[in-house]
């Protein structure tokens, strides 16, 4: 089956610095990447998302690229604001298959 | 609009007890999912329902069991609990009809603890 790898597990940045979070697959046959966003207690949110037939995608201070040859995809947070801390997903999933496969998570902390 | 709702909020268990955790949902999406999410391990699939009337299983499915007798409602029931299953239960749902809409939308979560 599909195999996740997210990296780091945690990370702490300065306010206003950009944070990168990397995630790696195996099934070459995923075509599907979303990152979602966990804040303390709460179930997670779709923050941005990502299909094999693009590189790249932005939405303000939120990026996504994806490399599929070498099946590692990122996100970039810039600007970043206390209220960007929070945990963050990765995640796969193939077409035609509902099952989406998730990253361990990077509990993200952003210091004012 | 609601969304996806779950309850109990948090529940306490003793070993060996039977209990059901509710998902219902009001966006009309013909795909649900059971995740467990425990430290270190990120978010696993228990079980995952691709319409009404249909279950599969999901990465850790043993000592669960669901039900999709309608649309809204997803149920997750432990048979007998064993304090393995202490995690944080998400329920999930998805349009999951053409494959183009893939986004899952996830309920607040079910807090449980077996004692």
């Known amino acids: 089956g599909e195999n996740v790898e997210q990296h780091p597990s945690t990370l702490s940045v300065q306010e206003g610095d950009s944070a990168v979070i990397k995630c790696t697959y195996s099934?070459?046959?995923?075509?599907?990447f979303p990152w979602y966003k966990q804040e303390l207690g709460k179930g997670p949110q779709l923050i941005i998302d990502i299909r094999s037939n693009v590189g790249e995608k932005k939405d303000q201070r939120i990026a996504v690229t994806l490399n599929k040859t070498a099946k590692h995809f990122s996100l970039h947070i810039t600007e970043t604001q206390p209220e960007d801390s929070a945990v963050y997903f990765c995640a796969c999933k193939k077409g035609g298959y509902q099952k989406v496969t998730f990253g361990i998570g990077t509990k993200l902390q952003v210091i004012p | 609009t609601a969304g996806i709702t779950q309850a109990p909020t948090s529940q306490i268990l003793a070993a060996g007890r039977s209990m059901t955790l509710r998902c219902t949902q009001d966006?009309?999406?013909?795909?649900m999912y059971w995740y467990r999410q425990d430290l270190g391990l990120g978010l696993r699939l228990i079980h995952y329902s691709n319409t009404a009337g249909t279950t599969g299983k999901g990465e850790v499915p043993d000592g669960y069991s669901v039900s999709r007798a309608n649309t809204d409602d997803f149920p997750l029931t432990l048979a007998s609990a064993v304090p393995s299953q202490t995690s944080v239960y998400f329920c999930?749902?998805?349009?999951?009809?053409?494959?183009?809409?893939?986004?899952?939308?996830f309920g607040p979560g079910t807090r449980l603890t077996v004692l």
């Open positions: 966006m009309r999406h013909n795909a």
């Open positions: 999930a749902s998805s349009e999951g009809t053409s494959g183009r809409t893939d986004t899952q939308y």
């Open positions: 099934d070459s046959a995923s075509n599907y």
